[in-house]
């Protein structure tokens, strides 16, 4: 995958630890998902993660602890924001029962399908607090 596929640049890091990959893309849009897992603790840095994203052009704008069905720092989120229900999405994907969470512009933009809202922070990446295992997700177009 070159660097010009949207998220591709991922497949560069750590690939012999990536457990899966799903990259969608079309002429409108499309997604990419990477999960990358390991038997041991502390095997994904989240300096060394976050360090890799910024390298290839992805500007970190937002970081959390997240813990599993503990959704209280988006309280103040309105629903109608459509940033903040692509966060949600991914967050309801996690597997992992305690999270560090990463919002990230990656260039690309994400509109909402059949009107007119996007969001520039369109970059996801979940780590596990043991940094056992991570997963990226990147949406953009329509």
Known sequence: MLKTTPAGFWTNYQNGSI??????QGPWGGNSEFHWKSNSANVFSTKEILDFAI???????DSLV???KSIKPFTN?????????LLETF?????????Y???FKT???AVEPGNERETNKNGFVIINLNQKEFTVYHLWGE
């Open 19 to 24: 457990e899966s990959k799903i990259n969608d």
């Open 55 to 61: 390298k290839n052009g992805w500007q970190l704008t």
């Open 66 to 68: 997240y813990k599993r």
């Open 77 to 85: 989120y309105n629903d109608k924001n459509y940033s903040y229900r």
């Open 91 to 99: 967050l309801n994907k996690a597997d992992f029962t305690e999270n």
């Open 101 to 103: 969470f990463f919002v």
């Open 107 to 109: 260039g690309w933009i």
